[in-house]
């Protein structure tokens, strides 16, 4: 197991704070173990599973249940039963407080929203990714890169060990979760949507053209984009709108979150397959984008692209009050600086634009640009 001392320290700390706590994120990416690892630090831990019948049947009067306890009561998958959250609101009110609250589910606090309006002002959130750089080492980068960030796809004795587990996850995502969110296409026909979604990993969104695919209206095609989102197996990148060009792109980019589950979807079994396929440079960029954004520690409402129908981009603009950063992602060893590049720096305001390769090496390519190797994002790339 790979210790995660950073999330256990955040976890301990929002729970001395707040009477109830959610700790979030994808599926199998490691939050039951984490909230295990922290009850091995507490004296009085009672546990419910919501997947369990027992612990489901335990539960069946769920005030009953929860009122006589002490110390740390732990949820998981509370996704499967919101009704619960108006119950958590009465027993976080209780003074001297009794019991803390570690609920731990699957989709994120929009998703929860019933959770959001009942325990308002008692909850705090703490979203837990897949593994990155910082737990795994700057040198794996390239295994990180090809297996993606689940802990089993990580861990897995081989490449094809953790390509046959990621095959199952997809296949029983679509079979269970995914519809149990709202997404009310057959699995076959979700596998399908989302092997379409992934072959257009770092485009902008066109749902009209995913709409026509599957005979479905665009809205519902944007729906599921967000259940999908929401359950922390999509990424959305939203445009910068700053008014700095009329024909400015407005849509925006989607990318499959984890690129061991891009992989899969693509049919990409090892590194000399991904070396071949041609969207090894989306590959790319979704990927280090993800391990980008973790590093300096950006929200995803802070995070943005910029791009110019026919004209300059930018990957990924990151702006948090006054500051700005932005970075670009390009799957070579040799980057150069670009004119879209430069325009991008000079429209946007930016004292450097960071070019995050493939290649070995970190050095400057011209005044306020700069090459950032794989291996080095953690060491160069400095947090907000």
Not at 75 to 80: A, K, L, R, S, Y
Not at 113 to 142: C, K, M, T
Not at 275 to 288: I, L, M, T, Y
Request: charged share 25%; net charge positive.
């Amino acid at each position: 197991m790979i210790p995660r001392p950073a999330h256990l320290a955040a976890l301990a700390s929002n729970l001395s704070d707040n009477p109830v706590v959610a700790l979030l994120g994808a599926r199998q990416v490691g939050k039951t173990t984490l909230a295990l690892e922290l009850a091995a630090t507490q004296e009085r831990v009672t546990r419910f599973d919501l997947e369990d019948p027992r612990d489901l049947a335990r539960l069946s009067e769920p005030m009953l249940a929860l009122e006589p306890l002490r110390g740390l009561v732990i949820i998981d998958e509370i996704q499967t039963r919101p009704g619960l959250f108006p119950i958590l609101r009465v027993l976080a009110d209780r003074r001297p407080l009794p019991a803390r609250f570690l609920v731990l589910g699957s989709a994120s606090p929009e998703l929860l929203r019933q959770g959001s309006e009942s325990l308002a002002g008692r909850i705090a959130y703490h979203e837990l990714p897949g593994f990155d750089l910082s737990e795994v080492g700057g040198e794996n980068w390239r295994e990180l890169w090809l297996r993606g960030s689940f802990p089993r796809a990580w861990l897995a004795e081989d490449d094809a060990r953790s390509e046959q587990w990621r095959r199952d996850f997809i296949r029983s995502l679509a079979g269970r979760d995914l519809p149990g969110l709202g997404i009310s296409l057959p699995p076959v026909l979700l596998q399908d949507f989302w092997t379409m979604l992934a072959h257009y990993h770092g485009q902008t969104w066109n749902g009209s053209e995913l709409a026509r695919a599957f005979g479905l209206a665009h809205t519902t095609v944007r729906r599921y984009l967000d259940r999908m989102t929401g359950a922390y197996l999509m990424r959305v990148l939203r445009p910068w709108r700053e008014n700095v060009a009329k024909r400015i792109v407005k849509s925006p980019k989607t990318y499959i979150a984890d690129s061991g589950l891009l992989h899969v979807l693509l049919d990409i079994a090892n590194a000399r397959d991904l070396a071949r396929h041609p969207k090894v440079g989306a590959s790319w960029e979704g990927f280090a984008l993800e391990q980008v954004m973790r590093r300096i520690g950006a929200r995803p409402d802070e995070c943005y692209f910029w791009s110019v129908h026919g004209g300059p981009e930018l990957d990924l603009l990151v702006v948090r009050g006054r500051q700005r950063r932005g970075y670009e992602f390009k799957r070579t060893d040799a980057p150069k600086v670009t004119s879209s590049m430069r325009t991008a720096r000079k429209v946007l305001g930016l004292s450097r634009i960071d070019v995050v390769h493939v290649g070995r090496h970190t050095f400057p390519l011209a005044e306020g640009f700069r090459a950032v190797g794989g291996r080095d994002i953690l060491t160069e790339i400095t947090p907000l």
